[in-house]
């Protein structure tokens, strides 16, 4: 079927919107708000979408649908006042047919009607609306169906794929091109085809491939799709992961699905440059916390070389919230599964699907016995990738003992009673009650019991008949028992599927180690919405509820990049630890509060930034971190030696007092011999400056333009912080703001305050 862009001329409440459009970024923010920090108390509602369109007379012979790649949430789409379909989750991506009631030469209208009223219902920011894009497929009397390509890679060497199509009426052509170039051809419905001197994919050589599927009828070509795909195989067992006969090491990153100062809008742009920078920044895998990913994530991550762990739901049938789609989840889980299949079948990056995340169902034979059926299900449809899921095994633990009533121990069926509080509810709200110092002592001593509970032997027991069903079995925060599946279970393949930031050095050593260890997702790559403030290290005095801080917290605060792309202490721990840095990399932790004890968190290991300029700050006490894989470090500032340390898990740290210079590393090796260096300057003459990061645009583009105090080399001034007003011209602004996880200030208002020197615009290019 022919794919048309349907994302114009629609209105919310009479209003034109933009699609993909976020609902709840426009609504109001409550401290009140029942959803509290995990939705960034932001408030819910029921969002109607309406668009006018008119249907010509030649469509009478052909098929036509919509297809919806994500609404959030419980979506009914109507066609001129008749119900044609919908979906329950928010992340399932879904077609509806329009033949039915459409009126041909005649104007029609579609109502899309986004039920999120119903809150909490996520323990994070979910967004709210038509927040991904909306095609129309058009097909003749013979057509190929939507998704109805699929290319399967039988071997690598040599290169044999198999293309199978799905249509209604005539005979199919297959042609196989590198480039502009027909490599390989066949014909049929079931063609098996063999590419000559193939270029295999992989992350470091992302080779893609072009599948063109002609449909012809008495020799008359009637349709033609092009279908992007890469060759490869994924083969894993106890020797370890291996893509093409080459083992791979994951170097991951959990990623939520929203966008920054977008909300949860999923523009094509958005998903490439995350991806993109990502990518760059030296991750070569991705978790998509805690949903199916975008399909312009895919695409991305096939394109730059990227792995997919593509993750299906954060709760089974026992909501973790108390409108969450638990709800709904036994209803609609087969539709889901047959769902992400078709998404992701010809999309080389996805590697694994994971069945959930830290659900504790299986804790019990029902819950082991839905994962079977759920694996089976995914088996069934695609032999070729491994599942696996994001097991909490000490929460699944405290659920065989009775201590975990989901998250927050209410049903819809209880919403009536008084909520309870779980075991670890209570453990964590205890360690935000307390002193900063005792808190940060507590919370490192709360992390680490998570990792070494799961050494026990009654969690080993609770957790085996689910984790034996998995090709590969995902520990969230159960690095304890990396070392003891040699001997205990020899035959597990394992990740690390959500894992401590601080982690990082200790778990790649074992990554390394352990053929069976295939990788570390840690927890962030890309900070996000909601969850407020559970990985932000606070410089205030502030009590909130467990881990997450009180209102007007608004971003989890926990990403090795921030939510405009910059990446910060974290990123560079990772990269060193990786050995993906090219030369130091120099971060310093926040001189304006040098002089206060920040409230810490396990997911956050440093808040350190790559500045040298915070104004006012001279004689403060700075604390400077040096990230990179060798064995000594020597700083200097202006020239004048500081000092010269030996890392410690690639990283060297150092105090001195801050003065305005150059600041300058030097990584030697043991010998003392300059490896190489790096250097931060103090903005000097600092002002506003405004950059796009494309030269060259034109209608339609989504452009990111980042607002900077800087000066003219482009030294940002991180302690001058001033609010900015942004108007636009030829464009529409889409989101200002800045990476601040604790404001009120509005994406949507054009007017929000730097926060460390920084913020960013993100503008729809239109026609003058």
Not at 169 to 180: A, C, Q, R, S, W
Request: proline fraction near 4%; charge should be neutral.
């Amino acid at each position: 079927m022919k794919r048309i862009d349907f994302c114009d001329n629609w209105l919310l409440d009479g209003k034109p919107v933009i699609i993909p459009h976020d609902a709840m970024l426009s609504a109001p923010r409550d401290a009140d708000s029942p959803a509290k920090a995990a939705s960034a108390y932001f408030t819910g509602g029921i969002y109607q979408y309406t668009k006018k369109f008119t249907a010509p007379t030649e469509w009478q012979n052909m098929h036509a649908a919509l297809y919806f790649e994500g609404i959030y949430r419980s979506s009914e789409v109507y066609l001129n006042g008749m119900l044609i379909g919908g979906c329950k989750y928010g992340y399932t991506d879904f077609t509806v047919s329009l033949n039915e009631h459409l009126k041909y030469g005649e104007e029609n209208e579609i109502v899309v009607v986004a039920d999120n009223s119903r809150i909490p219902n996520t323990r994070w920011y979910s967004g709210s609306g038509m927040y991904r894009p909306v095609s129309l497929l058009l097909g003749g009397n013979s057509y190929i169906h939507w998704q109805g390509v699929r290319i399967t890679t039988r071997s690598v060497y040599p290169a044999q794929i198999i293309v199978e199509t799905v249509h209604t009426g005539g005979d199919v052509k297959i042609e196989i091109l590198g480039g502009e170039t027909v490599v390989a051809s066949g014909f049929g419905d079931y063609c098996e085809i063999t590419v000559p001197d193939a270029r295999l994919w992989n992350d470091e050589t992302p080779n893609l491939y072009t599948c063109r599927v002609t449909l012809l009828e008495n020799g008359e070509t009637i349709e033609v799709l092009d279908e992007r795909f890469g060759i490869r195989q994924v083969i894993w067992s106890n020797k370890g992961l291996y893509i093409n006969g080459k083992e791979i090491l994951l170097r991951g990153g959990c990623v939520h699905h929203d966008n920054g100062v977008l909300g949860a809008a999923s523009f094509p742009k958005s998903e490439w440059r995350r991806v993109k920078k990502m990518k760059d920044a030296g991750f070569n895998a991705i978790r998509s916390a805690h949903n199916p990913c975008s399909i312009e994530m895919m695409k991305a991550a096939d394109y730059y070389g990227m792995y997919i762990m593509d993750e299906l739901w954060d709760m089974w049938y026992k909501p973790k919230n108390k409108y969450d789609y638990g709800i709904d989840f036994m209803d609609n889980y087969v539709r889901d599964i047959e769902a992400i299949v078709r998404k992701d079948f010809n999309h080389p990056s996805v590697i694994m699907y994971s069945i959930g995340n830290e659900v504790v169902e299986p804790a019990k034979q029902k819950g082991v016995d839905l994962a079977h059926d759920m694996i089976l299900r995914l088996k069934t449809l695609d032999s070729t990738r491994a599942v696996t899921a994001g097991f909490n095994l000490a929460m699944m633990q405290g659920e065989a003992m009775g201590r975990m009533d989901a998250f927050t121990g209410e049903s819809a069926e209880d919403s009536a009673k008084p909520a309870k509080k779980s075991h670890v509810e209570k453990q964590r709200e205890r360690i935000n009650n307390g002193s900063q110092e005792f808190n940060n002592m507590i919370n490192t001593a709360f992390g680490k019991m998570m990792n070494v509970g799961t050494r026990l032997p009654m969690v080993d027991r609770t957790t085996t008949p689910v984790l034996a069903l998995l090709d590969i079995c995902g520990y969230n925060y159960g690095s304890g028992r990396y070392k003891l599946e040699k001997t205990q279970h020899p035959e597990r393949v394992v990740v690390g599927s959500e894992t401590f930031p601080g982690d990082i050095a200790k778990n790649w050593r074992m990554v390394k180690r352990l053929p069976y260890l295939v990788g570390d997702f840690m927890w962030t790559g890309w900070d996000y919405l909601g969850e407020a403030g559970i990985g932000a290290w606070n410089y205030r005095s502030e009590v909130g509820i467990g881990s997450e801080k009180p209102y007007p917290w608004l971003l989890g605060g926990s990403g090795a990049i921030d939510i405009l792309g910059n990446p910060g202490g974290e990123m560079f721990f990772a990269a060193a630890v990786w050995d993906k840095l090219e030369r130091p990399a120099i971060s310093v932790r926040p001189v304006n509060h040098s002089d206060e004890t920040p409230k810490t968190s396990m997911w956050r290991c440093t808040d350190s930034v790559p500045s040298w300029s915070w104004a006012g700050c001279e004689g403060k006490k700075a604390k400077v971190e040096v990230y990179f894989n060798a064995p000594v470090v020597e700083l200097r500032l202006d020239g004048k030696m500081i000092g010269r340390k030996l890392t410690r898990n690639c990283c060297a740290k150092f105090t001195l007092p801050y003065q305005q210079g150059k600041l300058t590393a030097i990584a030697m090796d043991v010998h003392k011999k300059e490896l190489c260096r790096s250097s931060l300057e103090t903005a000097q003459n600092y002002r506003l400056t405004v950059n796009a990061e494309e030269s060259s645009i034109k209608a339609g583009d989504v452009v990111y333009v980042n607002v900077a105090i800087a000066d003219e080399k482009g030294n940002v001034e991180s302690n001058a912080d001033r609010k900015v007003n942004i108007s636009v011209e030829g464009g529409k602004l889409l989101g200002f703001g800045s990476a601040n996880p604790r404001t009120e200030e509005s994406y949507l208002s054009g007017s929000f305050t730097t926060f460390q020197g920084r913020a960013q615009a993100v503008i729809l290019a239109q026609q003058s």
